[in-house]
C-alpha cells in the first residue's frame, strides 16, 4: 500500500503562485509514474501534469508554461504560477505502483479574480 498526502493549497489572488508538494510513504520502492489532477464541482477530474520514473513530463494544455512537474524519491512538485481563476479546483496526487493507482485526498486551491 502506498499513502499519499497533499500540501500546499490554499487561497492565491489571480496572478499569484502556490507550490503544492504530495508525500508518498509505505511502500514507496516501485512506484512509477507521479502526477496531479484536479476537479471542480461541475467537471470531470482531469489531467494536470504527470512525471515519469524517468523523468519525462506532460502537461495539458490549459497549464503549459505556467505549471511544472517535479519529483525525487518520495514526493512529488506542482509549481503553480500565473494562476487563473479557472485553475481553482481541488488538487489529487496521484501515482502508479506495479499497475496500482493510488490517489490522496486533495488539497483546495481557489483562485480570486
Known amino acids: 500500500q502506498v499513502q499519499l498526502v497533499e500540501s500546499g493549497g490554499g487561497l492565491v489572488q489571480a496572478g499569484g503562485s502556490l507550490r503544492l508538494s504530495c508525500v508518498a510513504s509505505?511502500?514507496?520502492?516501485?512506484?512509477?509514474?507521479m502526477g496531479w489532477f484536479r476537479q471542480d464541482p461541475e467537471k470531470q477530474r482531469e489531467l494536470v501534469a504527470i512525471v515519469t520514473a524517468d523523468y519525462s513530463t506532460n502537461y495539458a494544455d490549459s497549464v503549459k508554461g505556467r505549471f511544472t512537474i517535479s519529483r525525487d524519491r518520495n514526493t512529488v512538485y506542482l509549481q503553480m504560477n500565473s494562476l487563473k481563476p479557472e485553475d481553482t479546483a481541488v488538487y489529487y496526487c496521484?501515482?502508479?505502483?506495479?499497475?496500482?493507482?493510488?490517489w490522496g485526498k486533495g488539497t483546495l486551491v481557489t483562485v480570486s479574480s
Open positions: 509505505g511502500h514507496i520502492v516501485g512506484i512509477g509514474t
Open positions: 496521484s501515482v502508479q505502483r506495479f499497475g496500482v493507482d493510488y
